[in-house]
């Protein structure tokens, strides 16, 4: 029996095979990640290729294949794109980077509401309004904290002093206060942003302003954090910084 499906998605990830043909990841609320096939869809004449696009918000339905894993697209609406993107070569650079990160942190079958709703206002603020350094720490908070990471900002992981956080350690994923840690890399300002970034409703994620100081510590501290939890580096992020 196969087994058809109606979902929406954005995708992630297209990777192109054979002849004519890609193979997409598509992030959905309800299904977690798919990985489908969209036969002939390099063509140009292809009805599948509007909404096949990376990046692309669209409506799909998709037939499972032989293979159990990988789905066949039967068609494609697109709903919303990033094609402009394309133009803002940092913003581009960001975009592959937070879907690449997007991918690494979902999976099949997993509820993903949330990480797909991150994304979808991210690169939508991106083409808004352009590239920015903040976007890049904003997304890697949240997005530890929406996949269960966060550690509590709000009270020293050692003594329970909810004054005085000085540090954050990344390697134990806790926040210290000033008796309990020597070393200090945690401004009040830096600790109001994570708060915000890691607690307000997503839609308001960008609405806030920093200084200079602040976001560097914040985008240090961010990478430092997500990479640590990762365990590696991802190509797409070599690439945005080499920009
Ligand atoms: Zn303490």
New binding site residues.
């Given amino acids: 029996m196969t087994t058809e499906i109606t979902t929406t998605g954005m995708i992630i990830k297209e990777t192109k095979v054979g002849e004519g043909n890609k193979i997409f990841t598509i992030l959905t609320a309800e299904h977690g990640k798919i990985q489908a096939s969209g036969a002939g869809v390099r063509s140009y004449k292809s009805k599948l290729s509007a909404g096949c696009s990376l990046f692309c918000y669209s409506n799909f339905i998709l037939k499972q294949g032989k293979s159990k894993t990988i789905y066949n697209i039967v068609s494609a609406e697109k709903q919303m794109d990033f094609y402009d993107l394309r133009y803002d070569l940092h913003g581009l650079a960001l975009t592959n980077y937070l879907c690449d990160l997007a991918n690494y942190y979902t999976d099949s079958n997993m509820e993903c509401k949330e990480i797909l709703r991150l994304i979808l206002n991210t690169v939508y603020y991106i083409k808004k309004e352009g590239y920015n350094p903040k976007i890049k720490p904003v997304f890697e908070f949240r997005l530890l904290t929406e996949s269960g990471f966060s550690p509590d900002f709000y009270s020293?992981?050692?003594?329970?002093?909810d004054k005085s956080l000085v540090h954050f350690s990344v390697e134990n994923s806790a926040v210290?206060?000033?008796?309990?840690?020597k070393a200090e890399n945690l401004s009040q300002g830096t600790l109001d942003a994570i708060r915000y970034i890691t607690s307000t409703e997503q839609k308001n994620i960008f609405n806030f302003e920093i200084s200079d100081d602040v976001l560097t510590q914040l985008t240090n501290l961010a990478e430092e954090y997500l990479l640590h939890n990762l365990g590696k580096v991802p190509k797409s992020l070599i690439y945005l910084k080499s920009l």
């Fill in positions: 020293c992981s050692n003594c329970g002093n210290l206060c000033k008796n309990c840690s």
